[in-house]
């Protein structure tokens, strides 16, 4: 692979992938104000001191937005890394063990995905308090529903190669046969999905903020900020739609990366790219 | 549907009205030549006849009651999956620093202290016959507030669905005739745009667009029950076109891989090698085909509007469900949060379903499982 048959599309996502995370990364060297310092008068239009403006309190759009990037980013990745982590974990030992295990996780599974998300995770956040890590759990255990559709459908092609099997025969456990045998076989499609869900969790996250359920106030959220400044927007004031605009663009980053990465696992497979 | 051959009896299916080749059969009875000795040899117990004599009505029934044991299940999830969880509604309900005293006294006040299974087979013996309980916020009739309200939100999804639907097959289809030129990639990158923003970020812009910037559309959407027909209609016009945004990029997408997926398929391939015109082959090769998906993609992503409603309501403002139920979540008023969940959930479990059953009628091949 070489970086010219990168198309467009994937570079420009590949940008708003390394702004997002470079502004998470160097949040405090990068903001010109503290996250959550008031500096100003309330929705003070955008330009001189306040390049975006500031918002419902006073405080500049601009720093929150670059803190925002941080906890966003961090929330979302976490939470998605986990659900990998205990999707693929559930979803290997399912497809290779097989039997009575595979029908209990996949029946239980299909169970959890016959509430839509959002309202799941409404029901839950209702009952547990409000901590940061309980929010990442919830989001990681949703999630890692879908990647145990995806991971057991993968992981099953692959479970019944020859290659497996002569690595039964050989008298490998079942842990060699997961990480050493289906995993790297599988790798490339979960890292499209892993891509998918990424973006997935940041539109979730924020709409969980945006809520109110989601990251509490003071700390800086795009999701939150978004309905800190919801009541502006009536007066024509658009400090709500920048963060909403900052959420959309990682999206779409991410979804163009993703859209590039499926086509070329799709191609290397021999299959019709345009479908 | 005359194809195939026959051995089996020839058996008038009522509910479809078409006869079926019972060559394979489904239930694991074996067909038999002979149509008298099959029928003497299932005549075991009536569901295993019901299943022989009207295999259609018999795989409906099956996933109407699959779907009823699910709601059940999902019932149970939402109410004990809850119990189960660490904390206490008392404690959470009052905050951290409630006295001992305190968090007894409500525990008493909202029947907390009766065993949880209890609690659950008197709340699902009310929610059958649509009895949710009361508030805990404050003290309403929940199934009251609820009859409300779900009125409001189906409203928004119909017009929403109304709109969206149409449209979204049309795009879908012209993605389809002109794929991999120009209007093709346009839909595609538009599409992939749409489906990464946020619902209140469409919300916003479409209220900062009409009702803030051009003044033309009514902000927030409010609507109550004085209002004529056409004032609701115009209330609503910013929700439903935010809705139709969020679901017509899944929709199209969706629909364009179907239908792209019949017109590779080999027979359209052998109809264009034999010189039909295009009309001919889409119209007698391709739609039949295409049908089950397409109603699939449609019954899907009206499911995935019972969740955009949530969010939309908020932005807007608009009394629904939604907006009924993050009130609750952020007061914690469980009664509510749990029959709005239920609801949901029902809502949810019904479209799949329909989405089974329709693409079970359209397709016949899906009625004969390995």
């Excluded at chain 1, 999630?143 to 145990?148: L, P």
């Excluded at chain 2, 904390?87 to 968090?103: E, H, I, K, N, R």
């Excluded at chain 2, 489906?195 to 970020?201: A, K, V």
């Amino acid at each position: 692979m070489n970086l010219r048959s990168i198309p467009i599309s994937a570079w420009i996502g590949i940008i708003g992938i390394a702004l997002a995370l470079l502004c998470a990364i160097f949040a405090p060297f990068i903001a010109p104000f503290g996250e959550r310092d008031v500096v100003g008068e309330i929705w003070m239009p955008a330009g001189g001191d306040f390049l975006l403006g500031t918002d419902n309190l006073g405080r500049d759009l601009l720093s929150r937005l670059i803190y925002g990037a941080r906890t966003t980013i961090f929330v979302a990745l976490t939470a998605t890394v986990l659900s990998f982590a205990l999707g693929m974990i559930l979803s290997f030992t399912a497809a290779v063990t097989g039997g009575f295990v595979d029908q209990l996780f996949s029946r239980f599974n299909d169970l959890m995905m016959a509430v839509p998300t959002l309202i799941f995770a409404l029901v839950v956040l209702a009952v547990l308090p409000q901590h940061l890590w309980i929010l990442i759990l919830v989001m990681a255990v949703l999630d890692s529903t879908r990647v145990f559709r995806i991971g057991r459908a993968v992981a099953l092609d692959v479970a019944v190669m020859e290659f497996v099997e002569a690595a039964r025969l050989r008298g490998e456990g079942s842990l060699w046969i997961i990480f050493r045998e289906i995993l790297p076989n599988t790798l490339s499609p979960l890292l499209a999905e892993f891509g998918l869900r990424f973006a997935f969790s940041i539109l979730f996250l924020s709409t969980l903020s945006f809520l109110g359920l989601g990251i509490q106030p003071p700390a800086a959220d795009w999701g939150g900020m978004v309905k800190d400044n919801k009541d502006g927007i009536i007066f024509g004031i658009s400090a709500a739609l920048v963060p909403g605009a900052a959420i959309a663009t990682l999206a779409i980053s991410v979804n163009l990366v993703v859209d590039w990465l499926m086509k070329r696992t799709s191609s290397l497979k021999g299959g019709r790219g345009d479908a | 549907m005359e194809s195939g051959p026959i051995t089996g009896p020839v058996l008038t299916d009522g509910a479809a009205g078409e006869t079926l080749p019972r060559s394979a059969d489904p239930s694991g009875v074996p067909a038999k030549p002979n149509p008298a000795a099959a029928t003497g040899d299932v005549g075991g117990t009536f569901w295993r006849r019901f299943v022989f004599r009207r295999p259609l009505a018999a795989l409906i029934l099956q996933r109407l009651g699959l779907s009823v044991g699910l709601l059940f299940a999902v019932s149970l999830m939402i109410f004990g999956g809850i119990e189960a969880l660490p904390g206490d509604f008392a404690t959470t309900y009052l905050g951290q620093s409630a006295t001992p005293q305190a968090v007894e006294n409500i525990r008493k006040d909202l029947g907390l202290d009766r065993p949880w299974s209890e609690r659950y087979l008197s709340w699902l013996g009310g929610a059958v016959k649509g009895d949710f309980g009361t508030s805990w916020a404050s003290k309403n009739s929940v199934s009251e507030q609820i009859g409300k309200r779900l009125g409001n939100s189906l409203f928004l999804a119909f017009f929403a669905a109304l709109i969206s639907v149409p449209l979204a097959v049309g795009l879908g289809m012209l993605a389809v005739q002109f794929r991999n030129r120009l209007p093709d990639k346009i839909i595609n990158v538009i599409s992939l745009a749409a489906i990464s923003l946020p619902e209140f970020f469409i919300g916003y812009l479409l209220i900062m667009l009409f009702a803030v910037q051009y003044g033309v559309a009514t902000f927030p959407a409010t609507v109550y029950d004085s209002m004529t027909f056409t004032e609701r209609l115009s209330a609503i016009a910013l929700p439903v076109a935010t809705l139709v945004l969020v679901v017509l990029a899944h929709m199209m997408r969706m629909t364009r891989a179907a239908i792209l997926n019949v017109m590779s398929s080999a027979y359209v391939e052998t109809a264009e090698l034999k010189g039909l015109g295009t009309f001919r082959i889409i119209a007698r090769h391709a739609a039949p085909n295409a049908v089950a998906p397409v109603i699939n993609v449609i019954a899907l992503n009206l499911a995935y509007l019972v969740v955009g409603v949530v969010v939309v309501e908020v932005v807007f403002v608009y009394p629904g469900m939604g907006q009924y139920m993050v009130d609750a979540v952020t007061v914690r008023d469980m009664p509510v949060v749990q029959a709005c969940g239920l609801i949901f959930a029902a809502f949810y479990i019904f479209l799949n379903m329909a989405a089974d059953i329709l693409a079970i009628l359209a397709n016949p091949r899906l009625r004969h499982p390995r």
